[in-house]
């Protein structure tokens, strides 16, 4: 089992649609959570943090399930700018490393 | 420009050289991480620098690569005897993590070093 694996995409949305991304990993030992976009043949930007209480910033909305080891990310209102692959980060205490998910590419069509 | 900077952009050796990346944090970021990236696939951590001193180094990362970040500021990161498979875009990345915190923040990214060995 890989230890962060996401949704296999690719979503392929309306404009204004509301859009769920779902990751999980695999160390429960894990702390520190993250969402990442990344254009085509560009670096990954940060897009939010993931805390446990859940977090929100405009249009972007980001849970965390210790239990589950489950991280989501639900974009609402989509743009054309969202379109990107959204990468779920993941400090992995044990390795002592980042790890980061394959990620998911989202297209928002018009 | 005070984000991450890296230097070459675009790298094009033959199998069996050496190259060597750098990379250039945000100036008051304390730690500074090493990834590489191929296409279709998340990056894959390296190795990562709290100042000056080498904190972790992936298992995955053979004894042809190394990193040094000698004065805590810049890096740079070799790569000897090239081989084919090393072909991919080397990305840095800087954080900062102040007193006596634990875990990890926001890191910020560079544009990458995309190398290319036939």
């Known amino acids: 089992r890989k230890e962060v694996e996401q949704d296999p995409g690719p979503f392929n949305v309306p404009e204004g649609a509301t859009v769920a991304f779902n990751c999980t990993y695999s160390?429960?030992?894990?702390?520190?959570f993250f969402w990442y976009r990344q254009d085509c043949r560009k670096e990954p930007k940060l897009l939010m943090s993931?805390?446990?209480s859940g977090n929100e910033d405009g249009r972007f909305t980001a849970q965390l399930n210790r239990a589950s080891q489950y991280i989501s990310l639900l974009i609402r209102d989509s743009k054309l700018s969202d379109s990107a692959t959204y990468l779920c980060v993941v400090w992995d205490n044990y390795g002592q490393n980042f790890v980061f998910g394959p990620g998911t590419r989202l297209s928002v069509l018009p | 420009d005070t984000g991450v900077s890296q230097d070459p952009r675009h790298k094009i050796t033959k199998r069996g050289q050496n190259v060597t990346f750098r990379c250039d944090p945000i100036s008051e970021h304390n730690r500074l991480y090493w990834y590489r990236q191929t296409l279709g696939q998340g990056p894959e951590f390296l190795t990562y620098?709290?100042?000056?001193?080498?904190?972790?180094k992936s298992r995955l990362l053979s004894d042809r690569f190394s990193a040094e970040r000698p004065k805590g500021s810049f890096s740079t990161l070799e790569i000897q005897r090239t081989e084919q498979g090393d072909s991919a875009m080397y990305l840095c990345?800087?954080?900062?993590?102040?007193?006596?915190?634990?875990?990890?923040?926001?890191?910020?990214f560079g544009p990458g070093t995309r190398l290319t060995v036939t």
């Open positions: 993931v805390y446990s």
């Open positions: 160390n429960s030992a894990s702390q520190s």
């Open positions: 990345a800087s954080s900062f993590r102040g007193g006596m915190k634990t875990g990890h923040d926001e890191q910020y």
């Open positions: 620098f709290q100042n000056e001193a080498q904190l972790e």
